[in-house]
């Protein structure tokens, strides 16, 4: 048997592993990727002599997912935790807390933003159970459609944007409230009858672990593992031009004939190979927009007083280049003990790539005068590392729901052939990994 799995992501990655598992020898993978390494939007660099993660850093805690790999792949010990600080948000020129009790910033009454948003604006979030709410089972609308127009703009532009902005580089008015929080649409579609109440329904229980978890020295550390443990044939630098369907089997191009293939490639690349083969799904696909975006590692000096917390993430509107900085050295402990303070300084927000165009040295000084500004502090790096991510992020639109229900009910027509990736269930890297999961699962299936 031959399969092929194009895209060298952590989808494809853990498509490749769990058929390798599943089948042993018996099956010849083939893993395609486009660019000169594995590892899509995951990418661990080195700053001042240490690994860094210039991509996505840490992973949901409470998902099963990156854990259950490290284990199997006898990685354990490289899994860690952050040491507990909260982050701030730099509003109106300030710097507040993080709101507590809230929904992906969306609080669940006036006290959870108090402070970082005017009276008025408080005494709307309380009398908003007061006012009808007008919401079809099933329905979606935009997260700054519903929350602006329940608690006004202000919790918007500075509870929801910042959280919305890490999570898709996004904002509040590109990402639809059924797919980015479906707990929130279900608590809607189950008859709450205000927002107030939908978001407390919504809530997840009161936990005592850590929200997120990292992996010690990089997720290059299960890249390798799982590459490793799959054993592929890896072709990279090397760009799929044609699926067809045959008799026995499919033809992917240029690889040639397999039995099965798995795309685990971003949604624009998906759309145009399933262009002839499944142009329903095809056309569900091209309507997943990407968002891009730009990573700054900045070493400092080791005795940088940096604030307190993990992090300070930006509202939208203020007169700053980056979206948000993570105090690496204070959200790790294990990065706190580097001979140099290590911050990371995100840029790009969906709709805008002027930044991608700038140069290292611009954006190096960008993210250090804004630092700057944030902190108090006199900025001078030691060093900095720059990565652009070119349609790094889809963007889960109004509708989100209804595109993948299609790519997936055509795809499901298609013996031997499965779909995996970011912009199906979930753009963190545990949805991610689950995808891949689930796409070599229906793949073994059909080769049994």
Known sequence: MRVAVVGGGISGLVAAYRLRVTLGNDVELVLVEQRERVGGVLYTGELAGD?????????????????????????????????????????GGAAHPLPEGTLMGIPAGPESVAGLVDDATLARIADEPNRPLRWTPGA??????????????QVVRRSV??????????????????????????????????????????????STGPVFGGIHDGYR???????????????????VTDLVRTTDGWRVDPIGAVDAVILATPAP???????????????????????SSVLVALALPADTPLPDNSGILVATGEPLRAKAFTLSSRKWPHLAERDVAVVRASFGRFGDDTLLSWSDADLIAAAAADLTTVTGLQIRPVTALVQR?????????????????????????????AVAGAYLHGVGVPA??????????RIAAHLN
């Open 51 to 91: 690994p860094m993660d210039l991509g996505a850093e840490a992973f949901v805690a409470r998902r099963p997912e990156i854990p259950a790999l490290l284990r199997e792949l006898g990685l354990e010990e490289q899994l860690v935790y952050p040491a507990g600080r909260r982050p701030l948000i730099w509003s």
């Open 140 to 153: 979606d609308v935009s997260v700054a459609e519903l929350v602006g127009e329940r608690f006004g703009e």
């Open 161 to 206: 944007d910042p959280l919305l902005g890490g999570v898709y580089a996004g904002l509040a008015n590109s990402i639809g409230v059924r797919s980015a929080l479906p707990t929130l649409a279900a608590a809607l579609d189950a008859g709450a009858p205000n927002l107030t109440r939908a978001v407390r329904d919504a809530l997840p229980p009161p």
């Open 221 to 239: 550390v299960l890249l390798d593992g799982l590459l490793a443990a799959a054993a592929p044939k890896v072709e990279t630098g090397v760009a």
């Open 269 to 291: 690349v998906t759309a145009a190979l399933l262009r002839s083969v499944a142009p329903e799904a095809a056309r569900a696909a091209a309507a997943i927009e990407l968002s």
């Open 389 to 417: 991510w070119r349609g790094g992020l889809p963007q889960y639109a109004p509708g989100h729901d209804r595109r993948v229900a299609e790519i997936e009910s055509a795809v499901a027509d298609l013996p031997g052939l």
């Open 432 to 441: 991610c990994a689950a995808s891949g999961l689930a796409a070599s699962t």
